[in-house]
């Protein structure tokens, strides 16, 4: 098992190192080379920039039972897909059941973008949602080891 990061953008990717190092599960870094992140106890992998250059190369590299952590929701479905487990920066789990309504949220967020519409961007990080990631990743950890 080894946890994949889509660390463009990604708030806590030294969060999940310290958590992985506590269960010794190998961690990769997968970002482009506008967003190079290097930690130590982890493998980075760097991409070209592009659309979805990160993406597609973390699917190529997931497998059954590995942990993906994303915000993106398209890659989390494809993520789900191959058999991982998927989880956002907040703690959310992705799953079967509430991809649907996530991609639909998707969706009618991109619509109100070319109708020139600019949905509220998130609000600044909180101690609680780096509280629920941590409950959630280890969660998930316990329950494979």
């Known amino acids: 098992m080894n946890i994949l990061i889509d660390a463009d953008g990604c708030p806590v990717v030294d969060l999940t190192l310290q958590i992985a190092k506590q269960f010794g599960i190998p961690v990769i870094i997968l970002c482009d080379t506008s967003h190079q992140i290097e930690r130590e106890g982890a493998q980075t992998l760097v991409f070209d920039k592009g659309a979805d250059s990160v ?3 973390l699917v190529n590299r997931v497998k059954p039972g590995d942990i993906v952590v994303t915000q993106d929701y398209g890659l989390a479905s494809m993520c789900l897909a191959r058999c991982a487990r ?12 509430n991809m649907d309504a996530l991609m639909l949220r ?29 409950d959630t990743l280890k969660k998930i950890l316990n329950c494979k080891h």
């Not at 998927?86 to 059941?97: I, P, R």
């Not at 967020?109 to 990631?133: I, M, W, Y």
């Open 86 to 97: 998927v989880l956002n920066q907040n703690g959310l789990e992705y799953t079967a059941d």
């Open 55 to 57: 993406d597609f190369a």
């Open 106 to 134: 998707r969706y009618e967020n991109k619509k109100l973008l070319r109708a020139g519409k600019h949905p509220k961007g998130s609000a600044k990080r909180t101690k609680e949602q780096d509280v629920k990631f941590t």
